[in-house]
Nanobody
């Protein structure tokens, strides 16, 4: 079983930045691809970004590329999401997920999930 723990969420003003981290432990597979999703109140969980297990390929939701950057540290088993120029519509719970497909933008493509970290962007 793989255990994912997200951190780095919080309250930030519009235009600000946050850096989210996801730490993996347990029966991790170095060939798992990782991703970030988010879920706003009353809305479905949506894809944000994914990174290939080799850490060299990334994929973004079209509207977020340029503001968000996903990366992973293979040795430390962590995945990071750098978020810049944040907007109120970026508010939501951000989840880290892992799975075998890349790129995969649907929730069902991922095998395990973290508990999420809250990001709130004030206007």
């Amino acid at each position: 079983q793989v255990h994912l723990v997200e951190s780095g969420g919080g309250l930030v003003q519009a235009g600000g930045s946050l850096r989210l981290s996801c730490a993996a432990s347990g029966r991790t597979d170095s060939r798992d691809n990782m991703a970030w999703f988010r879920q706003a109140p009353g809305k479905e969980r949506e894809f944000v970004a994914a990174v290939h297990w080799n850490a060299m390929m990334t994929y973004y939701a079209g509207s977020l590329e340029g503001r968000f950057t996903i990366s992973r540290d293979i040795a430390k088993n962590t995945v990071t999401l750098q978020m810049n120029s944040l907007k109120p519509e970026d508010t939501g719970v951000y989840y880290c997920a892992g799975g075998k497909k890349f790129p995969a933008v649907v929730v069902d493509s991922y095998d395990y999930w973290g508990q999420g970290t809250q990001v709130t962007v004030s206007s």
